[in-house]
């Protein structure tokens, strides 16, 4: 490209500079080939933002000095603001608190998997949004409504905080933190894509876990993905009526139309469907449930995740030992499939399931209707 040229694209650049997290080595490398910039040198411009923080240099990287400073002029490597983090004194779950591109903060979860000496790691609870829209009584996100969407590097800088801030390596990623995954679908396809970039992060695909309340579209776009990606589906009852006065996605996505998306994704990856059910004392955990849920889900393999309900206010209190002893023995009966109790850390420093709420405390939600099937505890 003659030099005339060259500088014209370069003074365009500068005035909308590129955010390398924001891009694979396949994309930078398309926005940056009027700069003379090779696949292979944009993996190296990538690895050096992500890995190091820092443009590639020629003593590190062997690239020339002139094309490095070329690519300083029209790019940015963005970076989250810390604003807070906490570790929780009684199982080393830690939370951060994040300023992005915008004034609204959020927040991210570090777990620890420590039980194997010999294989110390993290994985990530990483946002996807800065509070919710679908307003699901039992969280604390829900509550805060709905700020806006996150970009792909302020998803994927999660993670790379995270880990510079981390004695042992992370090896998963959950898109478990604040907001609904399926309604900023892009971004979170690109940042999962870069998160497994092997010239990046380079963690396993099969370690990047993507939730969702039940937002159907978003389960299709993730099947048309064909990613080793994991899906985990926030059922928490199989009643649609209970559903929907807890969770106002039942009322634009059915439970129908959900295992309809859910069995579509059975077909095409041969998984089973991970279910997880916030278990909630009197309300979705009586013998009557694993009827209607081994109703809703015959014919589907599927893994059920149960999880207490956090709720610093008292009004929610999880199942005691009897009530849950005697739902597991009724989804024995009924069920006749995988059943975990899944920990949920950190609930002293408000980082377990449903407590992110930017550090402050939830506003004390009213206590919903008791399943008739069972009567209200006291």
């Known amino acids: 490209m003659p030099h005339r040229g060259r500088l014209a694209i370069l003074e365009i650049l500068e005035t909308a500079p590129i955010l390398l997290k924001n891009f694979d080595a396949e994309q930078l490398c398309e926005q940056l080939e009027p700069l003379g910039v090779t696949l292979r040198q944009a993996r190296q ?9 820092q443009w590639p ?14 690519v ?34 959020f927040e991210t979860v570090r777990i620890p998997l420590l039980h194997r000496p010999e294989d110390p790691k993290y994985v990530v609870c990483v946002s996807s949004q800065v509070g919710c829209s679908l307003g699901c009584r039992f969280c604390a996100t829900g509550r805060m409504g709905f700020r806006r969407n996150l970009a792909p590097w302020e998803i994927l800088d999660q993670v790379i905080q995270v880990q510079a801030d981390s004695e042992h390596p992370v090896r998963g990623v959950v898109f478990m933190g604040m907001g609904e995954p399926m ?36 389960i299709r776009r993730f099947i048309a993905l064909q990613k080793p990606y994991r899906l985990v589906v926030s059922l928490n009852t199989a009643d649609p009526e209970l559903r929907r006065r807890w969770m106002p996605v039942e009322k634009q996505y059915p439970t129908a139309e959900l295992f309809d998306a859910l069995r579509e994704y059975h077909a095409a990856t041969g998984r089973r469907v ?21 109703s809703l889900a015959r014919g589907l393999p599927i893994k059920l995740d149960l999880i207490d309900i956090n709720d610093p206010t008292g009004r929610w209190k999880p199942p005691s030992t009897e009530e849950l002893a005697t739902f597991r023995d009724a989804l024995s009966a009924e069920l006749g499939q995988p059943v975990a109790r899944r920990y949920s850390g950190g609930r002293d420093i408000h980082a377990a399931c449903g407590m992110l709420s930017r550090c402050r405390e939830p506003q004390s939600p009213q206590r919903p209707e008791p399943c008739p099937k069972t009567p209200s505890t006291p």
């Not at 411009?45 to 923080?53: G, L, M, S, T, W």
């Not at 894509?193 to 937002?215: C, F, H, N």
Request: glycine content about 6%; aromatic content about 6%.
């Open 45 to 53: 411009i990538h690895a050096a933002a992500v890995r190091r923080q």
């Open 57 to 70: 240099t020629p003593q590190a990287d062997g690239l020339p000095a002139a094309m490095i400073e070329r």
């Open 72 to 105: 300083r002029r029209c790019t940015v490597i963005p970076r989250l603001t810390l604003l807070d983090r906490k570790v929780s004194p009684q199982d080393n779950f830690a939370k951060y608190l994040f300023r992005g591109a915008e004034e609204d903060a």
């Open 183 to 218: 309604l900023n679908f892009d971004a979170v396809a690109q940042a999962a894509r870069l998160m497994t970039a092997s010239y990046g992060l380079a963690i396993a695909g099969k370690a990047i876990t993507i939730s969702t309340a039940g937002v159907t579209p978003g």
């Open 274 to 294: 991970i279910l997880a059910w916030t278990m909630i004392s009197g309300l979705n955990t009586c013998p009557e449930d694993a009827r209607q849920l081994a």
